[in-house]
């Protein structure tokens, strides 16, 4: 990505104002992050900051985590069963696709859902004020890889 240094500046300088100190450890998991287009695992951040900062302790990816998403600079994937994966948050309300195989993380907007939420709503008796759609599949690479192994 070619306004990743901006961005990991942005995330850093985010930081900061928040009052937290920017360490090595902390900037290793920023900059992956802020490059990555791909959601991870805290174990796989963990393994490719670590060739930025060999020192880093893994306690350190999960502090820095909850301080990135806590200032709403990384968004949190759900994923039933597994782990939570981690990625770059978008801009605005977006809904996710995310990739099964590789992690690849892409947004699709589209509010066709305010008639269905409004039916559930009323049906159900709440006010909903708030959504958030996470589709999982196989994008087009890891789908044409499933069938050339099969």
Not at 77 to 102: E, I, K, W
Not at 129 to 141: M, S, T
């Amino acid at each position: 990505m070619n306004d990743q240094p901006v961005k990991v500046s942005q995330w850093i300088a985010a930081l900061q104002s928040d009052g937290s100190r920017m360490t090595s450890s902390r900037s290793s998991v920023i900059e992956i992050l802020a490059s990555s287009r791909r959601a991870m695992d805290p174990i796989r951040i963990y393994d490719e900051a670590r060739q930025i900062h060999p020192r880093l302790g893994l306690m350190s990816v999960y502090r820095t985590l909850e301080k990135l998403e806590a200032a709403g600079l990384i968004q949190r994937v759900h994923q039933p069963g597994r782990c939570n994966m981690y990625f770059a948050a978008p801009m605005g309300h977006q809904h996710l696709l995310l990739c099964d195989g590789c992690g690849k993380v892409e947004f699709f907007e589209g509010d066709d859902l305010d008639p269905l939420l409004m039916s559930i709503g009323k049906g159900k008796h709440y006010d909903i004020h708030d959504h958030w759609l996470q589709l999982f599949g196989l994008c087009d690479q890891c789908l044409q890889t499933e069938q050339v192994n099969e």
